[in-house]
């Protein structure tokens, strides 16, 4: 379902040129659970950018669900955005002003989905974390875990082929944390899948896959969790 | 999807609203201040009558001093005024739609039943019947005298909505009698409010000011002899015979305004040459003896030619546009830094898809939300700006100072548009935010 073939990416400013991805191949196929490790730096959050298409490839190729995206526009590549991805973000990004109801619904608004549509949506994904009697809270009333389980709400509302998560439980405390990584192996289960930034190499051992990003050089791991014992 | 944009842009309103408050006044005191001058301006330079402005001209003959041309112009025009005999065989030959000398007197004005200390010292126009339909006059009570009173030089008269409420309390006077000096006058029609701006008809000294309050036939005015040199402006060539008023309109002095109402080209030709061969027949006689200049001229040549528009209100509005050109920028400001603090959202709503023209939408009617504010605002502020300055100079008709339903609209849709644009370029910036570089800052 994601293919990418040399695929790299440098930073160019007037006099400097960095490096922040060596070309790669990758793929990803369906209904897998990809984790994503490495130091800081050293290029994961480029590489979810590139795989989100938030940011574009400076060379090689990526094909998401056959499609070569290199070549899209911005109208295209958004579309693709709205109904291929979903996106987890360390700091949630819920925002502020929007209660839970309107948070979740936010990409479904991009899609030409009448109302009835979206609040049953919206309403199955709120169900689907536990968050359904709070959909007219606002955020700042939610804790941590919950407002990063409104965020894999809004990610999931879309029925997304594949989750984004950029060290979801970052923020969280250990037990928070716990209760996202098997929200998200639960999604995982149910076919969704996941590709996630993480530091915390116990975490990484619960995915199928775990890929190093180390000087902007990818390599996959095999047998992490025998290596860390 | 607007009304989940307009959801949104009011959600931002109040998250952002001092800096949407400053954005929103800022483009209230600058619409404000150009829809003021531009009212004004506006009011004494549109077309009086619109409806009649192709068909009303004034007649102007150069009956001048053989010695030197009138004023002594280089370029040699005809007086503006007719003389009394000019206007009295124009009106004899009778060749147009409407004939409608403008001339005036003043004297004391009183009921019967009123003693002479009550008596107001009044201006009254005298004209003839025409005045009322070629000058659009609407009446609250009665009409026009006939014709017979134009002929005749009977003793009647029309009077204004004030004097009527002041004389009769506002009942219907139609057939009551008052008294101008020594003469009684019969009303045979009350006017409904009436306000023809600019005032074009008579001397352009007095464009902005109200009509006259009383208006009686011009064969009267002749007939009585009702003459007031200190009022009404005049200008000779030569002596007049002796001193008597008789003399004064036998004379070639000018100091009647003659309108008249032509309907179309070929009626304008037509007159023009019985104005031609009027002069001609004229000359024979003696008279006229300078070059022919006759002129059919139209309210608003005429009124540009006597400078009754003045320029300082025309570049009162250039610099009006000039300041609401620095408020937009100042908005503009404003809004740049409001939408900057939205790169996080901009970065977020990139991320679930939506597109540059979804944001694009999105932020153009908060922009537009904010220009409508302001221009709700700035119409209040306008309102405001009209009526002080109608109270600062009282001298001009109030009606100037008013804003009409169209310019009302227009204020607002100004307002509105200009903030679109000037929102243009804080829109495209904030939608130009890389996401990958923001999703942290929410």
């Known amino acids: 379902m994601l293919r990418m073939a040399n695929l790299a990416k440098t930073y160019r400013t007037d006099t400097i040129e960095t490096k922040a991805l060596s070309p790669f191949d990758l793929e990803v196929k369906q209904g897998e659970f990809i984790a994503v490790v490495g130091p800081s730096g050293s290029g994961k959050t480029t590489f979810l950018n590139i795989t989100g298409l938030l940011e574009v490839s400076s060379e090689g190729q990526y094909w998401l669900d056959g499609v070569e995206v290199s070549t899209l526009g911005d109208k295209a590549k958004s579309r693709l955005r709205n109904e291929k991805i979903g996106f987890i973000f360390q700091s949630f990004n819920l925002i502020p002003e929007l209660n839970i109801y309107d948070n979740v619904e936010m990409p479904l608004r991009y899609r030409k989905l009448s109302g009835a549509q979206r609040k049953k949506r919206v309403e199955q994904a709120l169900e689907k974390v536990g968050l359904a009697s709070r959909q007219k809270h606002y955020p700042s009333q939610l804790s941590g875990g919950q407002q990063q389980r409104v965020a894999i709400a809004r990610a999931l509302a879309g029925t997304p082929a594949f989750l984004l998560a950029d060290e979801p439980t970052g923020n969280l405390d250990s037990k928070m944390a716990a209760g996202i990584m098997s929200l998200l192996k639960e999604i995982n289960a149910n076919g969704t899948t996941i590709i996630m930034v993480t530091h915390d190499l116990e975490q990484a051992t619960q995915a199928g896959r775990v890929i190093e990003v180390k000087d902007g050089v990818i390599s996959e791991i095999k047998n992490l969790a025998q290596k860390i014992a | ?442």
């Open chain 2, 1 to 442: 999807m607007i009304s989940y944009y307009t959801k949104l842009a009011i959600l931002s309103l109040w998250k952002t609203r001092y800096m949407s408050l400053l954005a929103v006044i800022v483009i209230a005191v600058g619409i404000a201040a150009t829809m003021t001058t531009y009212t004004i301006n506006h009011m004494m330079t549109k077309d009086p009558l619109p409806s009649k402005s192709d068909s009303l001209f004034l007649v102007r003959l150069n009956n001048w001093s053989p010695e030197s041309a009138y004023k002594n112009r280089d370029v040699e025009t005809a007086p503006v005024y007719l003389s009394v005999q000019d206007a009295v065989n124009l009106i004899r030959h009778d060749k147009a739609q409407a004939q409608i000398p403008i001339a005036g007197f003043k004297d004391m004005l009183k009921l019967p039943s009123q003693d002479a200390v009550d008596a107001k010292m009044t201006f009254v126009r005298s004209s003839t019947r025409d005045f009322f339909s070629s000058f659009e006059v609407p009446f609250l009570y009665g009409s026009s005298w006939p014709k017979t009173s134009d002929i005749n030089g009977e003793q009647v008269t029309v009077i204004s909505k004030k004097l009527n409420d002041k004389l009769f309390d506002g009942q219907d006077s139609v057939g009551r009698t008052v008294e101008l000096g020594e003469h009684q006058f019969t009303v045979v029609g009350v006017l409904d409010d009436w306000f023809v701006l600019p005032r074009f008809y008579g001397e352009s000294t007095r464009a902005f000011k109200a009509p006259r309050d009383i208006i009686v036939p011009f064969q009267t005015q002749l007939n009585l002899e009702l003459w007031s040199p200190n009022l009404q402006a005049f200008e000779c060539w030569k002596e007049t015979e002796d001193a008597s008023v008789a003399a004064f309109w036998a004379s070639e002095c000018v100091w009647v305004f003659f309108w008249v109402e032509l309907n179309g080209e070929s009626e304008k030709r037509v007159y023009m040459d019985f104005l031609n061969s009027y002069v001609e027949q004229q000359k024979a006689l003696g008279r006229f003896q300078r070059p022919t200049l006759n002129q059919l001229q139209s309210p608003s040549a005429y009124l540009k030619e006597r400078d009754a528009y003045s320029s300082d209100s025309e570049i009162a509005v250039w610099l009006a546009i000039c300041f609401f050109t620095l408020c937009l920028l100042n908005a503009m400001s404003i809004i740049m830094t409001k939408f900057q603090g939205k790169a996080g959202e901009v970065a977020l709503r990139r991320a679930v898809g939506a597109s540059s023209m979804d944001l694009f939408q999105q932020y153009m009617i908060e922009t537009g939300i904010i220009g409508l504010l302001g221009g709700g605002l700035g119409l209040l502020l306008a309102q405001f700006c009209l009526f002080f300055s109608s109270q600062l100079y009282t001298h001009l008709s109030k009606n100037i100072m008013a804003m009409s339903v169209e310019l009302m609209v227009i204020t607002v849709v100004l307002s509105v548009l200009s903030s679109l644009v000037f929102g243009l370029f804080p829109i495209a910036n904030a939608i130009r935010v890389q996401p990958a570089t923001q999703l942290k800052s929410l």
